[in-house]
């Protein structure tokens, strides 16, 4: 699904932020990627998002040069991908439905579609109590819920969480966690990128870890290492 050949990234008066790296991610895969801060996660993510171009060599989403693409190709691209931040970044005025039917208007569903699969993706994250909930009014655990809900609504290919747990207390940790494996099992391929020895571990899956850029560590079944 994502490939990476020989992709190196340089900042303006900086050491390399990733250097020679070559990976592959395949569909339907759970992949955490894990580092010291600096090491390259981040910069990573946004290669894949086309947010940064890489100074060397190519990326791809299957057959797509992500780098080369127009901006209508590339906002089509976007849609494939789901996101989820730390931040969660979600709409403040906006209930937790209305967050996720923004989504979905924005991608052009019909309101038939939005009335049907709103409550059903919250069951999913089991939100359906606080759906007319505003952001301020939940939990840190529930906004990261609804984040995810968000994120999964268009029925994305790939799910990017990049430090989906940061704020986050080891329960709510741990039930963020197991909705993703959920999202996973259904078929959605997901990267994570974490700083928690305790989400790797539970996982379960591939780890790979980043060194000053460099990928020195690609493990099937993977713990923590760093």
Not at 68 to 90: A, S, Y
Not at 112 to 120: G, L, R, T
Not at 187 to 214: P, Q
Request: net charge neutral.
């Amino acid at each position: 699904m994502i490939y990476f050949n020989n992709v190196t990234k340089i900042y303006p008066k900086d050491s390399p932020a990733v250097e020679d790296v070559n990976l592959t991610i395949n569909a339907g895969e759970f992949v955490s990627l894990v580092g010291h801060s600096g090491a390259g996660k981040t910069t990573l993510i946004k290669l894949i998002l086309a947010e940064e171009k890489p100074t060397a060599g190519t990326v791809f989403f299957e057959s797509l040069d992500i780098h080369k693409l127009k901006d209508t190709d590339l906002t089509k691209l976007r849609k494939r991908i789901g996101t989820v931040f730390q931040d969660f970044k979600l709409l403040p005025n906006k209930t937790a439905y209305e967050n996720i039917a923004f989504a979905m208007e924005a991608a052009g569903k019909k309101d038939e579609e939005i009335a049907s699969d709103v409550p059903h993706v919250l069951e999913l994250v089991d939100l359906s109590p606080k759906m007319h909930h505003f952001p301020h009014q939940m939990s840190g655990g529930e906004r990261q819920r609804l984040a995810i809900a968000r994120a999964i609504i268009n029925q994305p290919e790939l799910i990017i969480a990049d430090e989906p747990t940061g704020n986050l207390d080891p329960i709510n940790t741990y039930e963020v966690v197991q909705i993703l494996k959920k999202i996973n099992d259904l078929g959605t391929t997901v990267l994570l990128t974490t700083h928690n020895r305790g989400v790797i571990d539970s996982i379960g899956k591939r780890v790979i870890t980043l060194e000053k850029g460099k990928i020195v560590r690609d493990d099937k079944d993977g713990k923590y290492s760093i």
